[in-house]
C-alpha cells in the first residue's frame, strides 16, 4: 500500500481541525462529521457524494479488508490523509483504533412529496436524547426496512458519534428526517400514513392492533414518554405490558417490540387475541 507524506504530530492544522469534530457546535458549524473503524466507514464510502477526507493510520490499518478497501480509494477522487499512530490515537474515540476514520458532509433529507410506498414504514421520535437509543432505533428500522426515521423536538445531535456507533453501519441507509409536529402530521394526513402512538397509559394492547400497511409509530421521549399533544392527534395508542417491578422499557427495546409486531402482521400472522 503506497502511502503519501505521514502526518507525525497531533498538532498538525489538519488534525486540529478534524479534532473538534467531536464538539456539537463545531460539527453543526463546519456541517461536517467525523465516522471511525472498518465497518462504518466501508459503509460510508459507498456514498461518494457525502465523502470528504478519509484518515488512514498505515501502522494501525493491519486488516485485509480494511486495507483492500484504502487501494480501491486510491483509484478514486478521494483526498486520503495519512497520518502515524499517535495522530490517529489523537482523533480517535475507540480503545483499539483500527487506523481509518473519515470526515463526511451532513446531509438535509426532507419528507418525501412524492407518493410513497403501499406498506409504508416510519418511525417518528419525539425528543429522544439518548444517543445510543436513537443509533439502536436507527439499525431496528434498517432491520425492518422501514423507509424513515423522524425526529421532532429537542432531539440528540444526530451525528453525536455514539449515534453512528449504535447503528451499526444502518445510519446511512436510513433516512433520518428533522422536521416540525404539524408538519408531520399534514405529510401524514396527505401521504394517507395511519399515527399509531404508545404510552405505558394507553388501554390497547400493542398486539391486539391490526397494524395498517401505511403507518407510522411515534415513540416519545425516554423520560416524558409521547406529549400529550401528540397523543389526543394519533388514531390509536397502544400499550407495551410491563409485568415485573420496572414501570417502563429502554426506548430502544419497546421500538424493537413494536416494528417487529408490525413484520409479524405483515408475514402473515394475526394478531394476538389479548385483551386490554
Known sequence: MNTGVIITSPANPR??????????KFRKYSGLYLVEGLRIV??????P???????????????AYGQELVKKLQRQP??????????????????????????MRQR???????????????????????????????RTADAVSAQGVVLVGNCVDLYDPAVIRGSMGAFFSIPVIKTELSDLFAW???????????????STHYAAVRYPWRVLVWMG???KG????????????????????????????????????IVNQRSGRNPMEVGT
Open 78 to 103: 478521494v483526498e486520503l490523509l495519512w497520518v502515524s499512530a499517535e495522530v490517529f490515537s489523537s482523533i480517535s474515540e475507540k480503545d483499539g483504533p483500527q487506523g481509518l476514520a473519515a470526515v
Open 221 to 223: 421521549s425516554e423520560q
Open 108 to 138: 438535509t433529507i426532507s419528507l418525501p412529496e412524492r407518493e410513497i410506498d403501499s406498506s409504508a414504514l416510519y418511525i417518528a421520535l419525539e425528543s429522544v436524547q439518548d444517543p445510543g437509543n436513537l443509533g439502536s432505533i436507527i
Open 226 to 261: 409521547l406529549s400529550e399533544d401528540i397523543q389526543t392527534r394519533v388514531n390509536q395508542m397502544v400499550r407495551i405490558p410491563m409485568a415485573g417491578c420496572s414501570d417502563s422499557l429502554n426506548l430502544a427495546v419497546a421500538t424493537g417490540i413494536v416494528l417487529y409486531e
Open 15 to 24: 488534525i486540529k481541525e478534524i479534532r473538534k469534530l467531536r464538539e456539537k
Open 42 to 47: 466501508g459503509e460510508a464510502v459507498k456514498f
Open 49 to 63: 457524494d457525502l465523502l470528504h477526507t478519509v484518515i488512514v493510520a498505515p501502522e494501525l490499518l493491519t486488516s
Open 188 to 202: 401524514c394526513s396527505r401521504m394517507d400514513l395511519q399515527v399509531i402512538g404508545t404510552s405505558d397509559s394507553a
